[in-house]
């Protein structure tokens, strides 16, 4: 009995297929369209055939590479796509390093929370606010405590007036469960914002007033 040869199942498929799958650019020889329109440095702008753009990078010794398939033709440049990718995943590194985390600090009080307590827990509460993080404030009954829900919404009250310089309530104080709670989001921004129209408004109009009076008097 005669062995059959097995059928292979790759028949037909692109080699290339599992490396275009992990790109996140076409490049080279996988840009399969007739013709390309590239821009960039240290080339003329316009349509090209897909042959010619590619015979340009290699002469260059760099890569063709395919910034924006969806135009018609798509879009490519000749870089060093390599150097492309470092630059990049470099530039997004950075802009995580340097961008703020937001978070919301909790700070407890209880309806006996005394004067030296209340002081120490506002200035931990103002940092948290100037770093551009919220603040969670809540008062936490315990037992009959319950009963002085008055009591509570005046500690926050208090400590709204304490932070108002530098955060203001979301809204009213709410009672959920055994707790009241209230938070504050920073005015970090906003106090900014409220700087420049002040400055703007320097009066620089009225000099060149005042001059052309005393020309006009001469």
């Known amino acids: 009995m005669q062995n059959r040869p097995k059928p292979s199942f790759n028949r037909g498929r692109n080699p290339n297929f599992r490396k275009e799958q992990q790109q996140e650019h076409r490049t080279n020889k996988m840009i399969r369209v007739p013709e390309v329109r590239l821009v960039g ?36 440049r000749i870089i060093d796509y390599n150097k492309f990718l470092y630059e990049k995943k470099k530039k997004e590194k950075e802009m995580k390093a340097n961008a703020h985390k937001s978070e ?15 002081d120490f827990k506002a200035k931990h509460a103002e940092k948290f606010l100037k770093d551009g993080n919220k603040v969670k404030t809540y008062v936490q009954f315990k037992g009959r405590a319950i009963m002085f829900k008055e009591r509570g919404e005046l500690i926050l009250l208090k400590f709204a007036e304490r932070l108002a310089e530098v955060g203001g309530l ?16 920073p005015k970090t921004a906003k106090k900014k914002a409220d700087k420049q129209p002040k400055e703007a408004k320097e009066p620089k109009e009225p000099r060149v007033a005042e001059s052309k009076q005393e020309g006009n008097a001469q």
């Open 104 to 118: 919301v600090k909790e700070i407890r009080f209880t309806p006996n929370t005394d004067d030296h307590d209340f």
């Open 170 to 185: 979301e809204g009213m104080p709410t009672m959920e469960g055994k707790r009241m709670i209230a938070i504050f989001a």
């Open 41 to 76: 440095e240290n080339i003329e702008v316009g349509v090209y055939k897909t042959e010619d753009a590619l015979r340009m990078a290699e002469e260059q010794g760099l890569d063709l590479v395919e910034i924006s398939p969806n135009a018609a033709p798509p879009v490519c």
